[in-house]
């Protein structure tokens, strides 16, 4: 098989493979990166799920404090507020959030006569426990003590008043002690409430009103921050609701954006008392412990704590909460968090975009990467055939020169050539074909030079009529020879450029030499000298050489100024050349700061032009084409 078709085997199944394994790279990756947005999403549910938890335990821990220590005090001073102050204002010097209590009220109730009941409230200023109103805040909560109609113990049957409820509460701490005993939360004030039975059926009530400033600002906002920020910022907004009579007044929000939650589509919701999650209510009595006021406890078998947050109550000295009053679906002060993407499979969404684009990138720069492996690999075998072309050549250049040579010195020794005339004539062979060989050697360390670095010349004004006169005179016997015909055509008045006088008229002979090889039948090229100009004023002159020769195709045009390129068809009619002509002449103009152009039709001809520009325009004359030389008067 020849190696060209082998190249082009090799080059149809290479990239055929190559496409199908990225394709099954690409497909795999999409269906691994699906998988590994399940498990991310299970992942972040789980870690929100401990979040929720965990701000409701330290919630819990952070009132639970406020709570021992209330009732601490309260007992050590034997239920007298006046005796409770002194404490309460040890507490608030010593506590982490001190202003998070704003007041503490005693509710003194008389069971058989209301008349005889008051309302204290705590001075730890005046270190006293003065009698005053209800405040307007606590008036809700007042109406409702007040007016209280509590279901019998065991959810059946009539209610019970007060009184009742008293007894049946005294009775179950007298059996099981009132460890277990929760603390109300009113979450419209908001307020803690425990109430302390007494004997002769009085109830002193501990109302603690908290400053729900602090509240938010401070308590909510740490906790916030603690479990629900991640090492770039906020991850989730946050919101805490009071549910109110069907609607939902937000007590807490972490910023503008968490304000647009939809508490009924949240990533995660918890309820800060009570039972975790909303449920409709089944029921009150039955096993349940008792609560605040003897009623029974919401979710609280037995009267100990169900919910993991409470396991340690013993240990941790937690304080179970229940809301008060009981809402009907048994729910109190509401958590809910939405991601800051949007929602939570937004962000999983987002989060496997990243990955896919990162992932196919990678994909994409490796096809990349093997495109350029491939076409380098063909590139780099296509330079080591043309340079095998070129050493062939080159090969053949020189064995033509050194034949004739040491035919004639052969000749000349050997005393077969005698005749002074036959040596003279043998003398300017070897010269001749000596001069050709020291062209060709010329030519390729030029090139070399070219290649090695940018070469400087010295350029001066020139004129390119010299240029042409030089260029046709060094290539007169290579056009005899091929018995060409030339036509030369200056265009009068052209200003002058600025280049080297030699490289110039080398990039030419070049040009010409070109001409004569691939002129083909027709034996006739043609060089010009004119301008070009923009509104009357020339910008740039061009040197023209154009011939009627073989021509050159539109897939091979694009390869001639590659060093070592010869098309198959001038290998094929067996034209000698080095393929270095056309790209020395090229490297050669651009160091001068000029153009060298190609035109080309296949079977009628070529035209090569290089272009100059003139640092200064020239006004525009009625310029004559003028030929210097007709066609028929120069030497052919």
């Known amino acids: 098989m020849k190696p060209h078709l082998k190249e082009r085997l ?10 199908i394994v990225l394709i099954v790279l690409a497909v795999l990756q999409y269906k691994w990166s699906g998988q590994i947005s399940t498990a991310n999403k299970a992942q972040m549910q789980t870690s929100l799920q401990a979040a929720l938890f965990g701000f409701r335990m330290d919630l819990t821990r952070e009132l639970s404090a406020v709570a021992l220590e209330v009732r601490s005090a309260m007992d050590a001073a034997g239920g007298d507020p006046q005796k409770f102050a002194p404490k309460l204002r040890h507490w608030q010097q010593t506590a982490a959030h001190p202003g998070l209590v704003a007041s503490v009220y005693v509710w003194d109730m008389d069971l058989k006569d209301q008349r005889n009941n008051r309302l204290l409230q705590v001075n730890t200023a005046k270190e006293t426990a003065e009698v005053v109103a209800w405040p307007p805040l606590l008036e809700p909560l007042h109406q409702h003590l007040t007016n209280v109609n509590l279901p019998n113990d065991h959810g059946h049957g009539p209610p019970m008043d007060l009184r009742e409820h008293s007894r049946h509460t005294r ?31 009085h109830i002193k009530l501990i109302i603690v009103q908290l400053n729900q400033s602090v509240l938010e600002k401070e308590v909510f906002s740490e906790l916030a921050q603690k479990y629900f920020r991640g090492s770039s910022g906020q991850e989730y907004n946050v919101k805490v609701l009071i549910p109110s009579d069907g609607k939902e007044q937000v007590l807490f929000s972490s910023g503008k954006q968490a304000d647009n939650i939809d508490s009924s589509a949240p990533d995660g919701s918890l309820n800060l008392f009570g039972p975790p999650f909303r449920r409709q209510n089944q029921g009150m009595g039955g096993s349940l412990g008792p609560g605040i006021f003897g009623m029974p406890g919401m979710g609280m078998p037995g009267g100990r704590p169900q919910f993991g947050e409470n396991r340690g109550l013993t240990s941790e000295r937690l304080v179970r909460f229940e809301p008060f009053p009981p809402s009907p679906d048994q729910a109190g002060l509401q958590l809910v968090v939405r991601h800051q993407s ?8 987002s989060l496997r975009n990243r990955n896919l684009i990162v992932s196919f990138s990678v994909l994409v720069l490796l096809g990349v990467t093997m495109t350029l492996i491939v076409v380098g690999a ?4 296509r330079l080591a055939r043309m340079q095998m072309d070129f050493v062939t050549g080159v090969s053949h250049e ?53 290649q090695r670095s940018n070469r400087h010349y010295e350029l001066r004004e020139l004129d390119l009529s010299e240029v042409i006169e030089a260029a046709l005179e060094g290539t007169a016997s290579i056009i005899h020879g091929a018995g060409f015909t030339v036509e030369k055509q200056v265009e009068a008045h052209l200003p002058v450029i600025h280049g080297d006088y030699g490289a110039l008229t080398q990039c030419l002979q070049n040009l010409i030499v070109n001409a004569v090889k691939y002129g083909g039948e ?16 020339v910008t740039d002159v061009a040197l023209t050489v154009d011939d009627h020769g073989i021509g050159i195709s539109k897939t091979e045009l694009k390869h001639i100024f590659e060093p070592f390129y010869r098309s198959p068809s001038v290998l094929d009619s067996q034209i000698r050349g080095t393929g270095l002509g056309l790209p020395l002449a090229q490297a050669i103009v651009q160091s001068m700061g000029g153009q060298l152009l190609a035109e080309s039709e296949l079977g009628k001809g070529s035209s090569f032009t290089i272009w100059f520009p003139v640092t200064k325009g020239l006004n525009a004359h009625d310029a004559k084409l003028s030929s210097d030389l007709p066609a028929s008067e120069f030497p052919s």
Do not use: C, K
């Not at 009132?178 to 007494?198: E, I, K, N, T």
């Not at 949007?342 to 969404?349: F, I, K, N, W």
């Not at 003398?427 to 030519?443: D, V, W």
């Open 10 to 19: 090799f080059t149809w199944a290479a990239i055929p493979v190559l496409t």
């Open 171 to 201: 009775r179950h701490i007298a059996e099981h002690g009132d460890a277990f005993l929760p603390w109300g939360v009113d979450q419209s004030v908001p307020a803690l409430l425990y109430p302390m039975f007494q004997p002769d059926e």
């Open 342 to 349: 949007g929602s939570l499979e937004a962000a999983v969404s």
């Open 378 to 381: 063909q590139r780099a075998r």
């Open 398 to 450: 020189v064995r033509t020169p050194l034949a004739a040579i040491t035919s004639a010195a052969e000749n000349i020794s050997h005393g077969v050539i005698t005749d002074p005339q036959q040596v003279v004539r043998y003398g300017n062979s070897i010269l001749r074909q000596s001069r050709q060989l020291t062209t060709l050697m010329e030519q390729v360390l030029l090139f070399a030079t070219t």
């Open 522 to 537: 027709a034996r006739w090229l043609r060089v010009r000298a004119y301008a070009r100009r923009d509104n009357g004023v």
